[in-house]
């Protein structure tokens, strides 16, 4: 039998400060103890890219991408360094390597790379050589530098490599990303929470700890708010076939994993609620009811890069229109300021915005084919008073947009309303 | 006529905060816009160095050479960003590159890697592009991770490259090694000061800035404690031919040129006293004289990277001598470890230390040939009453060791003794 490979990945609380960064090295020691050869991705200490964001905004308003690229990659490799100085300070031997070492190469995106591809010789060589290998995660290269350098340099030459960060979060697609290009045995993502729940436990208190749920819910659950992973990560392991264990690096327990389930179909559940508060709704009123107005109301948000959610429109009446649609609440100005003169060229009635909205939906496989839970769910918030101001739905969500004001009480009423608190005999069979 | 190329360094303190890093781009600004192309090498800023060694001191009493050389240039990494952007949003077109994907590439010595050479490639590219390139100091790539990818990497394989760091002050190396690769018009080296003074002006009140110094006399003072420029990139621009401009960041004033001066050997006069108090002396009493002895002494401090400075032996009588010599005083501890058991080991009668004296050294080219200097300094030394503990001399410069709380009235007698405060002509004719 092999050595089996585990990708473990820690995020940004779980190496806040160099107590906690000795906290991590002794649970990777344990591990590599356990006879397991490791691949470990970190993220940047605590509030350090939040910090280098705001060493860059005292610069400028509008940071170059690229050099603010540079910057923050900067965070992960600090921390990578000193996981790496931890633990060879228990005597365990490791390397740190940034993400163009590690061979993650991207594309020219700044701020929001995707991954391209992953070289994987200087991990595999490191692996080999009997080391903990801890890679910077949130970042990679691109080869945009070579264009520069025209017909003298080759895609992995240093001088051309270009460091690009994944967006927030990236570090978890690092780590997943990862899993799958080394064929590892088990891909760990730790966190401060120790797996996924059934809703935010903050705000229902009897959430349930989940054993295991499927991709496609976890991608509806992280898409409608719930933070632990981002959608992009789980996508990938979807793609892949990796299974990811969502778990505490505070505490020794199971956590979550995500992966194929094949008891799917058979479930028609729903698994858990997601909630965001990070939504505005805008409504246009009186939209000349004609061919390309959308093109013309969206493309310069799209263009714009304002990633618009929902988009609710209602039944025409006397030639004209009301669209309602939602963006995250921090573009709400940016995407006033490119709506308001289309007012007036397109000849719409107003535009009012609101940005004390908010986001609860249920995710479960399966659902949207199932009879009664649309109904039970608007069932639920009508008695408890509250209004349902937009819906939209798809295969295994239902949405629902809600004063801002109203979530905790929303989310606690379906908790109760779909019995979420109750363990689920088909869960522990999946689970086993 | 062809475009000028001006290579900038500025140092931590001059890129310490937004503001500071501001008010550098509107200097580079100004360099640019008088029609320069500028290459611009920058520190990390302010006392982030010393902030990321505390952190790897709280990780670990013993940090991995190689793994803090990855955390200590991220310092640079995000100077040079900051900076970039701050001349984006003045309008200047800018990038910033790593030492690596500017192409220095050094040996394999963490810590104090040595510059083995510079691929120009990408920095040629950015500077044909129009760009002003920002160029982060004190670090450079090692190709030591080749090896481990076998016959599957090239040296400049991004998966491979290894970043080392210069040791203290290797920022100004970067900066004259790029001037030399580049064949620069100018090389100035931006600092606190405004250039070269014949003392430090904060104890010798009447110091007077030098507009013009040979290189090795600067080689001798830097030596000797003169902390504005690293003896290295002095050297390196003595090698090269570079003309090197000491000047300050936070005043347009004319610095002090570093140049090969033809009028040295007529001049034979004594240019700047120079002091140091991180000194500790060492002396073994009773060293049995026979061959051997010595390199049982010096061998192992060598090999623990000790760097002993001055040695004195005494004339040995009735079969044994004493043996004084100096090393940092930040070393002592460590080298009373080393020499402890060669005590016994070699039959020494004692040994002592002194942690409590400084180095103090008159510097000028052709003193040693001229009668006269060194009588001068031993008398105005013991007018004072200042005893002296050792001496040593090179072609160029005298050097005594005498008390440290003796230092501050010891630079000033000697440097009116010397009459260092007069202008001198000859100086006015080399700088003309």
Chains 1, 2 share one sequence.
Not at 169 to 180: F, K, R
Request: aromatic share 4%; net charge negative; hydrophobic share 45%.
């Amino acid at each position: 039998m092999s050595t089996p490979l585990v990708v473990m990945k820690f995020g940004g609380s779980s190496v806040a400060g160099a107590e906690r960064i000795k906290r991590v090295a002794r649970r990777i020691a344990r591990e590599r103890t356990a006879g397991s050869n490791l691949v470990v991705i970190v993220s940047a200490m605590g509030d350090t890219t939040d910090e280098l964001l705001a060493l860059a905004a005292a610069i400028t308003d509008d940071p170059d991408p690229r050099e603010l690229d540079v910057l923050l990659a900067t965070g992960e490799h600090q921390s990578a360094t000193l996981v790496s100085m931890a633990l060879h300070s228990l005597g365990v031997a490791a390397i740190s390597l940034t993400g163009p070492q590690a061979g993650i190469t991207t594309d020219g995106t700044y701020g929001k790379a995707r991954i391209a591809g992953i070289d994987p010789r200087r991990v595999n060589a490191e692996l080999a050589a009997g080391k903990v290998v801890i890679v910077a995660g949130f970042q990679g290269m691109s080869t945009k530098g070579v264009a520069e350098l025209e017909a003298t340099a080759t895609a992995s030459d240093v001088h051309a490599a270009e460091i690009t960060t994944l967006g927030r979060g990236g570090s978890d697609t690092t780590a997943v990303a990862l899993a799958a290009q080394l064929r590892a045995d088990r891909c760990q993502i730790f966190t401060d929470v120790k797996g996924i729940y059934t809703a935010d436990p903050r705000i229902a208190p009897d959430a349930r700890q989940l054993s295991v749920i499927g991709y496609e819910e976890m991608m509806e659950l992280a898409h409608q708010g719930a933070q632990v992973m981002q959608v992009r990560a789980v996508e990938l392991g979807w793609v892949n076939g990796v299974t990811i264990e969502v778990l505490s690096s505070f505490e020794d327990a199971p956590g979550t994993l995500i992966k194929e389930d094949a008891l799917v179909e058979q479930r028609n559940k729903v698994r858990g609620l997601a909630h965001d508060r990070n939504v505005a709704k805008i409504t246009l009123v009186g939209v000349p009811d004609r061919p390309g107005v959308a093109n013309h109301v969206f493309g310069p948000l799209a263009d714009a890069g304002v990633i618009v959610d929902m988009i609710v429109q209602n039944v025409g009446h006397g030639g004209s229109t009301d669209i309602s649609f939602t963006i995250p609440r921090v573009e709400l100005a940016k995407a006033k300021r490119l709506l308001d003169p289309l007012v007036r060229e397109l000849g719409f009635v107003d535009m009012t915005t609101d940005s004390s909205v908010a986001k609860v939906s249920i995710v479960g496989a399966g659902i949207q084919n199932a009879p009664g839970y649309a109904a039970r769910m608007f069932g639920t918030l009508a008695e408890a008073g509250i209004n349902i101001e937009m819906i939209s739905t798809s295969e295994i969500r239902i949405t629902t947009i809600i004063a801002e004001d109203r979530v905790e009480e929303a989310v606690r009423a379906l908790h109760a309303a779909f019995s979420l608190e109750q363990p689920e005999a088909v869960e522990a069979a999946a689970a086993g």
